[in-house]
Each structure stands twice: as structure tokens, then as C-alpha cells.
């Protein structure tokens, strides 16, 4: 007899968790709709509607990936309605992406597809030779050419190769910041660098933030990059700042001074500078 009921008790509990297996096996996702692509430079982002009553998971996105030559996939959560796939490009044409949702015990629910392409992946350019750009004073302007009389605050001892004399930009009478000096090039260049050397005589007028603009034609300025950190202020020393790829041809450089390290001095100085091109090369993702 108690064999008999020790059956029955593991035949119940046997049925009990079959029904449940089923019931849990039996959930179906629901579904995603007015799906839509957003294309980017190699990247595409798809975009839905989630229910009111959403249970999924989440959605699998699937496609052919002909670069890497087999079928990508990516997950996006039941807390997302997007999602960004990147390393397209736009040589191969259209790509197919089937888009499911999936329950948590794994059930897909209706597949659906949208075809799109990605905007072109642009080239990537690199420095592939530095020329150092001969500087005269014709070419150096600044927003103010000032400083008490007698002081060697000229532009000109910007670029005579000498430590010990120095441009430093107006402070008598004094006035505010950001201050600058003006490059205009005697040929168009695509990529710059510059360097320039502390004043060593004298701890003042240390750059503390510098903004680069650059400009075609002088009148229209943009403003392509701001240094905040990482410049010297010691005493006669210098600081060579990255390549700048502009890429568009320029003839003009502006080196803003908008801040100090010391915050008082509303002026900055420098003993010498220079200035480097860059010669590019490219490197073109969607050529074939």
C-alpha cells in the first residue's frame, strides 16, 4: 500500500510539472510594429513601436554581413526601442535586416524585415609627411600689438630664434581675455601642428586654455578644437600641440588664448613659435 501511494504522489508531481512546462512553453512574444531606419556614415539605426502590453524579452536583429561573410546578430532589450548597428558600409548596397521578438523561454514571435543602406563611411586621413612652415612677420597678426615701451612684446621675436625675447600681448593698458595670434599662410594646407615656447624670464602670461580656429578667408572663423589641459607653465617651457586635420583647404589660423593659468593675468607671452604642415594621405573604407 505505501508503494502504491509513493506512485501516485510521484505520478502527481510528474503531471503537475508537465502541465506547468507547457503552460510556461506556451508564452508567445508580442510584437513589434511600425518599424523604421535612420541611415548614418557606416552605421544604420532601426527603430520601433513597443505595445502597451509587451511581454517579449527582447528583439533579435539579424543580417548578412558582407564584410565579415556570415550572418550577423544583435540583441536589443524589451527597455529599448532602437538599436545602432555599425561597420557598414555603403559599397555593398542595401543590407536586409529581419527583426523577431523573443519571449523568455526563448519563443520567437513574427519576423519582420526592412532594407536599407548606410551613408558612406568617410575616408581616414593620415600625416604622412611634416613641413615646417618658414614664417615672416607679414604673416603674423595678433588682436592687439601692445605692452609697455621698451618691452620686447613684438611679434617679431616670435619667430628670430631667440629664447630671450619675447611677444606678450597687451596688458598696458589692461584688457580682457580671450587674446590671439593670427597665422595667414602663404599657400593652403590641410593638416597643422603648432609649438610654442614659454617666456623664460618671468612665470606670468602662462597659457592655461587655447582655442584653434581656422578660417578660408579671414571674415568667417570656426572654431575647429580647444586645448584645456596639459600646457606648460614653467618657465621657458614648450608645448607641441597634435597634428589638426581640417581636410578643406585654409589659409588662416587663429591661436585664442581664452584663459591663464593664473587667472588674474589678462594677457599671455611667448618667445617663439612655429608652425608645421601636415601632407595627407587617405584612406578610402568604401573603395573596393
Known amino acids: 500500500m505505501k508503494n502504491t501511494l509513493n506512485y501516485l504522489f510521484i505520478t502527481c508531481l510528474i503531471f503537475i510539472f508537465t502541465c506547468c512546462q507547457d503552460k510556461e512553453e506556451s508564452i508567445k512574444p508580442s510584437d513589434i510594429s511600425n518599424i523604421s531606419s535612420y541611415p548614418l556614415p557606416g552605421k544604420v539605426v532601426l527603430k520601433w513601436e513597443i505595445p502597451a502590453d509587451s511581454n517579449y524579452l ?37 543590407y536586409e535586416f529581419s527583426l523577431q521578438t523573443f519571449s523568455e523561454t526563448n519563443i520567437g514571435g513574427p519576423i519582420h524585415t526592412i532594407k536599407t543602406k548606410c551613408q558612406k563611411v568617410p575616408p581616414v ?113 614648450d608645448y607641441t600641440s597634435k597634428f589638426f586635420i581640417v581636410v578643406d583647404d585654409i589659409k588662416k589660423i587663429r591661436l585664442q588664448v581664452n584663459s591663464c593659468a593664473n587667472n588674474n593675468d589678462k594677457f599671455f607671452s611667448w618667445a617663439e613659435l612655429v608652425i608645421t604642415e601636415g601632407v595627407l594621405d587617405s584612406i578610402d573604407p568604401e573603395a573596393d
Open 58 to 94: 527582447y528583439v533579435k536583429v539579424s543580417y548578412n554581413d558582407p564584410a565579415l561573410k556570415k550572418v550577423a546578430t544583435k540583441n536589443a532589450s524589451i527597455f529599448t526601442d532602437s538599436i545602432l548597428i555599425e561597420g557598414l558600409f555603403n559599397k555593398y548596397g542595401e
Open 125 to 237: 586621413y593620415l600625416v604622412s609627411e611634416e613641413k615646417t612652415i618658414s614664417l615672416t612677420v607679414d604673416m603674423l597678426d595678433a588682436k592687439t600689438l601692445a605692452g609697455s615701451a621698451g618691452s620686447p612684446s613684438t611679434l617679431p621675436a616670435l619667430i628670430d630664434n631667440d629664447l630671450n625675447t619675447i611677444y606678450h600681448s597687451q596688458w598696458n593698458p589692461a584688457t580682457t581675455m580671450p587674446q590671439w595670434i593670427e597665422i595667414t599662410l602663404k599657400e593652403t594646407i590641410q593638416a597643422f601642428k603648432f609649438q610654442y615656447w614659454n617666456r623664460a624670464d618671468n612665470v606670468n602670461g602662462k597659457a592655461q586654455v587655447i582655442e584653434i580656429l581656422i578660417s578660408k578667408d579671414g571674415e568667417t572663423w570656426e572654431s575647429f578644437d580647444i586645448i584645456n589641459s596639459g600646457l606648460p607653465i614653467d618657465k621657458g617651457s
